[in-house]
């Protein structure tokens, strides 16, 4: 991002530059604020970049994985009162983006500072996003590298179909993502935000082996 702010200035023509990007963020925000005014709860919508994206109805094993996981997220989250975990709904406000993750959670400090009534929520701890072929480009791409320049501190990709999950956490030197590991159904992942939240790959595709796991939550 620096180098690109570089070039930029070193252009003769950088006042246009700047100026015509201006405009097209001043017309963003205005398209912005019309999406709050259109957005309701029975809309499943982001804000991506000056255009409002709808979203269609997610295959059965989506849903399975973002449920199987949320409860297990929750039930720990909860028990422990480490903060709130919000599945699906929780419109995600960033400087140019409104997400809405499939999981998102906020750990003591955030959660401390959402209320009853809240609507939009501030960049979470840790962002599950559960892969689709609509959605597919958009998490690895936009939300991939919007997520990490809002310090998401962990970032989770699942994939229903190969039933996997890919982690990722911010590097120190590039203040990107790096892949800190991929898991398969026979392997065990363990936040690294999340303090203490181990579990079973399978569990969050194989409802019997979610029951175990969430057992094995409640009684650790």
Known sequence: MSELLLQILDAPQAPLILQKVQAILDEERKK???????LDEDKKAEFINGEVVVHSPALDRHNSAMLLLATLLTVYVND???????????????????????????????????????????????????????TEKIDREIKFADYAA???????????????????????????????????????????????????????FDETANILALRNLLIN
Not at 88 to 93: C, D, I, P, T
Not at 152 to 179: F, H, K, M, N
């Open 150 to 204: 809002h310090r998401v501190a962990e970032y989770w990709i699942i994939d229903p179909l190969r039933r996997t999950i890919e982690q990722y956490g911010i590097d120190a030197d590039t203040l990107e993502y790096a892949l800190t590991g991929l898991f398969g159904l026979k392997e065990t992942i363990t936040s690294q935000t999340l303090s203490g939240f181990s579990i079973p790959v399978r569990a969050v």
């Open 80 to 134: 422990r009162q480490l903060g709130y975990v919000r599945a699906e709904k929780a419109l995600v406000e960033l400087t140019r983006n409104s997400y809405e993750p499939d999981i998102c959670y906020f750990g003591p400090a955030k959660a401390a500072q959402i209320m009853p009534d809240q609507l939009y929520y501030p960049a979470p701890d840790l962002v599950v996003e559960v892969l689709s072929k609509s």
């Open 32 to 38: 912005r604020y019309a999406f709050y005014e259109w």
